[in-house]
């Protein structure tokens, strides 16, 4: 098993695990729209797409953004997206492997906190984020988007 960030060539590995993220999604745009975006997320180094893999397959895979903040000393908090492994290898604690990592990754970063939001309406979906570190009842999210 190997943690890591995915690398420049790796976006068809995720693009294919992104498949067991929802049952549905949007298509995918134009190749080069895709390519200017995940350039861009490349570019950026507050950005960080982890994956775990074994035998270099890629299983599961988190987002981490690291944002500045002039708030708590400047420093900066965490937003982590996107959590997802494949279907064959769920209910092995691979995810929370990969999401402790994410922390670890955010904290050494000097992230005063690190916030996860999920759409799931699932109790073992709960659990398994505060297995990993996250607490449900720290804060209310709200959520906005375009009508």
Known sequence: MEIRELKTNEL??????????HDRDDP???????????????????????????????ICSCVLVVIP???????PYGLIENVVTHSKFRNRGL???LLKHALEDAWGLNCYKVMLLTGRKDEA???FYEAAGFDR???????????
């Open 12 to 21: 068809g590995m995720l693009l294919a695990l992104y498949r067991h993220l």
């Open 28 to 58: 995918l745009p134009a190749q080069e729209v895709l390519d200017d975006v995940w350039n861009r997320i490349q570019e950026d180094k507050g950005h960080r797409i982890f994956g775990l893999f074994i035998n270099d397959q890629l």
């Open 69 to 75: 903040n002039l708030t708590r000393g400047f420093r």
């Open 95 to 97: 995810g929370k492997v």
């Open 125 to 127: 979906v709960y659990r």
């Open 137 to 147: 009842n720290a804060k209310q999210a709200f959520l906005a988007k375009p009508r």
